[in-house]
């Protein structure tokens, strides 16, 4: 690429913050002028201070704030509310009847690291073996992923990006989907220890909690694979304790990729669906002294008690979709939230049914609204709820002076398709809300008008 | 603790009858004769002579095979061996009317000769031609009662024909009653024998059809060859075309096996459209088809292969199990009984059971659940004799009929009974020898060894299950007193007059097993031990107290009587009956979108009359007593439609051959789809249920409402339109080493075959204008591609990619007509204005994409770029999960700018339009069906549900009725748990006890 076009880039950038979803001309000069569309262009850093007013605040933690004033500098919110001063510079934008969301987070999901299902070699997510806690998601992040575009334009702006198979699969990694690269998107590289639970009763369920993908057969049994993860854990906990002790030793880059899990800086989230699994998972972290997170959780109703009592959250990953028993009702998933809502238990939903990025995520916790869920609640699990577990609340998860600037403008809740989401901010960079699906959009509405005009003609 | 009968299973033949006739043989006696007498007295026995006929102390008298008499009284005639049966019942021999005896093992390297193409056809099959020495298999049967047996092949799909023979011991030549006297068809392909097409359910009903007209074809065209004078060359030559002379014109019958309902009501189906003379070998599911079977008189043959309990040991397990699953295994013993009452005749096999020796024992416990024991042994003799045409000599005891005989200790049906004796053709076949000890009651044993005891040994329990204890009572010099051991086994031997047992020598103070070994006469005992420490002390004893007991175990029922209503289907959700359809019904004061030309109408009513649309409008006047139902502040909609599902068909893909349209999915239709509920749940009513991808040209589909309840005939759609699957892309060239491997040889396969049925028609029209050569014959295949081709069976393709699409759509109209619609269609929107033009309808997802290469340039927008070209437009599912909620998928398309009835459209009037069913559903017009939703809110919001769904004016599902169902399974589910966890052991599957022992 020469100087010349490097230059024209720059310029590119510095219109699409300011000018969002309008076509960007400077770029697209280069390319047949029939052609309106553009595929999403990805925006510098927030370099002024914006206000937006007049809108309907969705905080999340304090509340619905109407006519509301948010102001945004170097990415973070500094001020939020009905009277707040404007900081000389801002530039402000009329929000008057908009609604602003934080941005919905996925507490699980592959976007970056998985692009077509059957395209094995477009996906990077299961390495091979049982045991793989070294294992970052975000360095394997195509930054040109169509997935991301998409999932933005769903109002899904941060996602767990969660590498599966094995035993322990290795660290989900917190990604804010806006940045050229995965290091400018990486907000945690290493946010969460994944284990697979075994499963008694292989078969049973149908594996939203973990990969479905990723080979099952000639598995040891229930038992004597948790005695393995014992033992592996077991062995881990030896190596940190030799490390904290300066004892000298043969380095071990698996057991020294667990040592935040030993001292207690990130969670170990455990794919568990059926009672017996979710129940057993528990009882092995508490000998392990482990922060846990269930994910998955078919059967989480039937041991709410316990995750009650022992205030240990659950992210599900399957409420749109099919009860996992014959008898149980038609809505068993729809209803899960509901009914752990009123059994007390903390849960986020995920966009886990099988999709391959996380754009209906919003959906899948607007579901449970149907079926029960209060709507301040159903928001709480893709906001703040999937914060709090993963230890990103410092940041995201809602709208808070200190809090990062990322969130969205709609026409109402992003959990229900009767709104639109109409612009995106992550991290104080107004996002070009362009995505591949929309460029299609552009590009064949653009060939049925020609075709319309030459019938006509 | 169970010991073993003193008598032991054996087979030995303890007389001879006289072989067949010295004048009616061929066969020369080598060396001497061995006759015997053949003249044999059966005395004093109780003899059953036939269902409901009893006589007390009978005598039978048997000469040369044949029963000379039969009567009250003890005199045996002079010279006859008399047999001393007192104490004893005589049944009828048993005959099994659908018996395998393992004859038809697939040859290596295949059948050879010019059998048929499809090495699945094997008519040609005789089990008279095949009979062999199976002498294990015959002694299994005759051990649980049979004399006589239908032999079925079992191999293939025409397996060939069934023949009666005797079980008895006689030669070949001697052992058959009637050769061929029937046709048997399986719906289970046997692996073995190899080929490629069919392997799906619906394939193997197009394969069975189009093999019953090319044996009517066959026979034509040889007479039309013969007729000629051989003037030109004749037909194929086909042995198993030319074995099913007899079956297709209905003068030899056709056993079916069926392995489900849905089997038996295919069987069904197909012998009636070929006018067959079917007979059914059942499954074990009659109970659920009671309503059906009644009335029926075709010969239905049902098997004792009773479930296993569900698991429900412990919690995670119970969770588990479904109200399907323990139904089943509550009421399938029952199946026998429920036919029995419904009036319904039926024969009893063995066939099916996973060993024979379960056959007596699964019997009794059908009788203990409610099967009269008259009835059980008309099933078992009187039934299949006069349907296997052998009445005049079989099935009672009678004077004149041949002497098969049962001679049983106790009550075969009602007790723990044992078989002692089996007579087929009037000899004699030992089952199990008689008890020649009764070594129970107590005894006082000593000893006078240093290493002996005194002891009571008390034996009890029946004599084939023997059991007790022994009380020590003093000790040896270092052993400790007083103590109790239970036998860990204790058998009497018959012929030795001996009793063995075991018991744990811990009693004693030794570490090791303990043996006790005596020999019993009349109350003498003479025993020895043989102890862990190497001695074997002798003892002595005598009988003090006799054993009174009952004499063997009679069999109860030992569940707790559980009232489980009849539903349909019978599991979770099943419904009592179809829902009641009100003669009108009015939906008042709702927010109606019609998608028809009214739009959508705020406040307005909706007027349905004997389940069709009469009115949609403000302020409707209904008819006295219809039915209000008041939906201020809900909306409605017409029924949801989806045309592509795969769920509710027993088979989804027939890859055999790359073209495959003769195969059709209304053929495989079940009602037993949980997904059904969950769909009408979610406000669907109709679907198209589709054939698989894996073909160019796949099956014909079928069109179904959600009449949740209804058997398959019932479910679907009435007079709906033909259409016919295509698949296009990645999934019909995947298939190693079948052609096509690329979409170029997609096109092309399918362009042969389209020439192909020009030319079959070609030759049809020469042959009916000329009568010359050979007849042509039906070609189901071709029939359905010139079907295609002349626009009565529509295109339904399968596909993703612009590319593929248009070739096809080019590729019709090369000949002359139109594709109906593409299905998937992640890239329609690149062709939307071909589309349009070329008046082809788009089924697309809403959202769905990136799964697979060819997805990978979806685009939410699809629909709404259709319908901006003025395609018709269509959502489907191909999932039977998002099929239970399509209107979400629909709202999806809210966010590409469509409005909310154009979004609302892709799930109603523009699916109806797409597969040309718009004159029955779609919209709430008049006229049209009385399908219709009521939603909680806007049905295109994500927080909106559906509360009522209504067919036909009927309503399929309600919140309240949904409420009460789950309280009923939940009911029933703890019944039958609790009834599972209450037998002894946890419930193995069986659920009778024996008592008294």
Request: charged residues 25%; glycine residues 10%.
């Given at each position: 690429m020469t100087t010349t076009q490097r230059g024209t880039m720059k310029r590119t950038w510095s219109r699409a913050a300011r000018m969002a979803g309008v076509a960007v001309a400077v770029l697209w000069a280069l390319v047949p002028a029939t052609i309106g569309a553009q595929v999403r262009m990805t925006v510098p850093p927030q370099s002024e201070p914006v206000a937006l007013q007049g809108a309907t605040i969705h905080t999340v933690t304090s509340g619905v704030i109407e006519n509301g004033t948010i102001v945004l500098e170097d990415g973070v919110i500094t001020a939020i509310g009905t009277d707040v001063d404007i900081p000389a510079g801002a530039r402000v934008v009329d929000a008057t009847g908009k609604h602003i969301y934080p941005g919905l987070i996925d507490a699980f999901s592959t976007v970056g690291i998985a692009e077509i299902g059957a395209v094995d070699v477009s996906n990077d997510v299961n390495e091979l073996g049982d045991f793989n806690p070294n294992v970052r998601a975000d360095i394997a992040?195509?930054?040109?992923?169509?997935?991301i575009g998409t999932t933005r334009s769903a109002g899904v702006l941060t996602t767990l990006t969660t590498p599966g198979g094995g035993l322990v699969s290795g660290m989900s990694s917190a990604l804010a989907l806006e940045g050229w690269s995965w290091e400018e998107m990486s907000m945690q590289s290493a946010a969460a220890l994944n284990v697979n639970w075994p499963n008694p009763n292989p078969g049973r369920f149908r594996g939203f909690g973990g990969f479905r993908f990723g080979p099952q057969e000639d598995r040891p049994s229930y038992e004597e694979q948790i005695e393995q993860l014992k033992d592996f854990f077991g062995e881990a906990r030896a190596y940190r304790d030799a490390v904290a002790a300066g004892a000298e030793v043969r380095s071990d880059s698996r057991y020294a990729a667990m040592i935040p899990v030993f001292d207690g800086e990130i969670p170990v989230v455990v794919a568990a669906d059926g009672a017996a699994q979710i129940n057993d998972a528990i009882t092995w972290a508490q000998e392990e002294g482990f922060r846990i997170v269930i994910r998955g959780g078919q059967d989480a109703i039937h041991v709410a008690d316990r995750l009650v009592a022992e205030d240990i959250p659950v992210i599900l990953t399957s409420t749109m979709a099919a009860p996992g028993r014959q008898y149980e009702g038609y809505d068993g998933a729809y209803s899960m939230p509901a009914r752990l809502h009123e059994a007390g238990v903390r849960f986020a939903i995920s966009g886990?049914?099988?999709?391959?990025?996380?754009?209906?995520l919003p959906f899948e916790a607007g579901v449970a609204v149907a079926f029960g869920l209060p709507e301040e609640e159903a928001l709480k699990a893709v906001t703040i709820n999937p914060a709090q577990f993963l230890g990103l609340d410092d940041r995201i998860g809602s709208l808070e002076p200190g809090k990062q600037a990322t969130f969205l403008i709609t026409t109402g809740t992003p959990l229900d398709m009767t709104s639109d989401i109409e612009q995106a901010y992550i991290q104080g960079r107004e996002l070009d809300m362009t995505d591949i699906q929309k460029f299609f959009f552009e590009k064949y509405m653009e060939k049925v008008r020609q075709q319309m005009r030459r019938v006509i003609s | 603790m169970r010991a073993t009968l003193s008598t032991i299973a054996f087979a030995a033949v303890l007389a001879t009858s006289a072989q067949a006739q010295q004048a009616s043989r061929t066969q020369p006696v080598e060396g001497m004769r061995d006759n015997g007498t053949g003249y044999h007295a059966l005395v004093g026995a109780r003899v059953v002579t036939g269902p409901g006929q009893v006589l007390d102390e009978a005598t039978i008298v048997i000469r040369d095979g044949l029963i000379q008499s039969v009567g009250r009284g003890t005199d045996a005639p002079a010279g006859a061996r008399v047999w001393d049966l007192d104490g004893l019942t005589v049944y009828p021999g048993f005959i099994d009317a659908h018996a395998d005896l393992e004859m038809d093992a697939v040859p290596e390297g295949g059948d050879i000769g010019p059998t048929h193409w499809n090495p699945q056809v094997r008519a040609w099959f005789s089990t008279t031609r095949n009979l062999a020495d199976d002498e294990d298999r015959r002694s299994a049967l005759r051990s649980q009662g049979f004399g006589t047996a239908l032999v079925v092949p079992k191999e293939g799909l025409f397996r060939g024909t069934a023949s009666v023979i005797g079980l008895g011991d006689e030669g070949v030549r001697d052992r058959v009653l009637r050769p061929d006297v029937a046709q048997a068809i399986g719906f289970q392909r046997s692996f073995e024998l190899g080929g490629s097409y069919p392997n799906s359910a619906m394939g193997t009903i197009a394969l069975m059809k189009q093999t019953l007209m090319d044996a009517d074809w066959y026979m034509r065209a040889w007479e039309a060859y013969e007729a000629s004078g051989r003037a030109f060359l004749p037909p194929e030559t086909s042995e198993a075309l030319a074995a099913l002379e007899d079956a297709v014109h209905g003068s030899q019958p056709v056993v079916f096996e069926t392995g489900s309902e849905e089997e038996y009501l295919r069987a069904h189906g197909l012998a009636t459209e070929f006018g067959l003379t079917p007979w059914f070998r059942g499954n074990g599911l009659e109970y659920r088809l009671i309503d059906v079977l009644r009335g029926r008189t075709d010969p239905l043959i049902v098997p004792l292969d009773f479930p296993d309990a569900p698991d429900v040991g412990y919690p995670g397990a119970a969770l588990d199990a479904s109200l399907a699953d323990l139904r089943h295994w509550y009421l399938a013993p029952t199946s026998p009984g429920q036919l029995a009452e419904a009036g319904v005749r039926f024969a009893i096999t063995t066939d099916g059971l996973s060993s024979l020796n379960e056959f007596l024992p699964n019997l009794r416990i059908a009788v203990a659940r409610g099967l009269a024991a008259d009835d059980a042994l008309a099933a078992l003799t009187t039934t299949p004799a006069s349907w296997l045409g052998i009445d005049r000599t079989h099935g009672t005891i009678t004077e004149g009929k041949v002497a098969n005989l049962v001679v049983s200790e106790g009550d075969l049906f009602t007790e723990e009974a044992t078989v002692r004796d089996v007579w087929v053709q009037g000899r004699v076949y030992g089952i199990t020898r008689p008890a020649?000890?009764?070594?129970?009651g107590s005894w006082e044993i000593a000893s006078d060894d240093e290493w002996g005891f005194d002891a009571v040994l008390v034996l009890e329990g029946s004599l084939n299950r023997l059991r007790g204890y022994l009380d020590i009572a003093s000790t040896g010099p270092e052993l400790p007193g007083g103590a109790r051991v239970d036998l860990a086994s204790a058998r009497a031997v018959a012929e030795t007059g001996r009793i063995d047992a075991r018991f744990n020598g811990e009693v004693l103070g030794y570490q090791g097993m303990a043996l006790l070994s005596g020999s019993v006469r009349g109350d003498e005992f003479y025993g020895w031990t043989s102890l862990p420490n190497g001695a074997d002390p002798s003892f002595r004893g005598t009988r003090t107290e006799g054993f009174e007991g009952p004499e063997r175990g009679t069999v109860a029922m030992d569940v707790p009587d559980i009232d489980l209503p009849f539903i349909r289907p019978m599991m979770d959700y099943g419904r009592s009956s179809i829902p009641e359809q009100p003669a009108a019904v009015v939906v008042r004061n709702a927010t109606v979108w019609t998608q028809g030309p009214e739009g959508i109408l705020e406040g307005a009513d909706l007027l349905i009359r004997a389940g069709t649309i009469e009115a949609v409008g403000m302020d409707l006047d209904a008819p006295g007593g219809a039915v209000e139902i008041d939906a201020t502040g809900k909306h409605v909609t017409p029924g949801l439609i989806d045309p592509h599902i795969h769920s509710g068909v027993s088979a989804v893909n027939e890859s055999g051959f790359a073209i495959v349209p003769e195969v059709r999915m209304g053929d495989v239709v079940t009602h037993n789809n949980i997904w059904m509920y969950r769909q009408v749940a979610g406000g669907l009513t109709t679907a198209h249920i589709k054939h698989g991808s894996a073909n160019p040209i796949g099956g014909e589909n079928v069109f179904v409402k959600m009449r949740w309840g209804s058997l398959p005939e019932d479910l679907k759609l009435e007079n709906p339109p033909r259409t016919v699957k295509f698949a296009l892309g990645e999934n019909p060239k995947r298939r190693q080493g079948r052609y096509p491997d690329t979409r170029m040889g997609t096109q092309e396969i399918i362009r042969d075959h389209f020439m192909a049925a020009r030319d079959y028609e070609r030759e049809w029209q020469q042959w009916e204008e000329t009568g010359e050569g050979l007849p042509p014959r039906r070609d189901l295949r071709m029939e359905a591609i010139l079907d295609i081709l002349n626009q009565e069976l529509l295109i339904s393709s399968h596909g993703y990619r612009a590319d593929e699409f248009l070739a096809l759509v080019r590729l019709a109209e090369e000949f002359g007509f139109r594709v109906q619609t593409l299905q998937?269609?992640?890239?329609?929107y690149k062709i939307a204005s071909e589309l349009a033009e070329s008046n082809v309808a788009a089924v697309v997802w809403s959202d769905w994409g990136s799964f697979k290469l060819e997805a990978y340039?979806?685009?939410?927008y699809n629909a709404r770029i259709l319908i901006e070209a003025g395609v018709v437009t269509s959502l489907h599912s191909d999932n039977s999960e998002i099929a239970s909620r399509m209107n979400w998928e629909a709202g999806k398309l809210l966010r590409t700018g469509l409005t909310p009835e154009q979004a609302l459209s892709t799930v109603t009037i523009g699916s109806a339009r797409a597969m040309a069913i718009d004159d029955q559903v779609g919209s709430l017009e008049p006229g049209k069906d009385g399908d219709f939703v009521i939603w909680s809110g806007d049905p295109l919001s994500q927080f909106t549900r559906a509360e009522e769904t209504w067919i036909d004016g009927r309503r399929y599902f309600s919140l309240g009725e949904d409420a009460a169902m789950r309280d009923q399974i939940a009911q029933e589910r703890t019944q039958l748990i609790q009834a599972i966890l209450s037998i002894e052991g946890g419930g193995g599957g069986r659920n009778v006890e024996m008592e008294g022992n």
């Open positions: 992040v195509n930054a040109e992923s169509r997935h886990g049914s099988g999709a391959l990025y996380s754009n209906r | 020649q000890i009764d070594p129970r998937h269609g992640v890239e329609a340039d979806a685009t939410l």
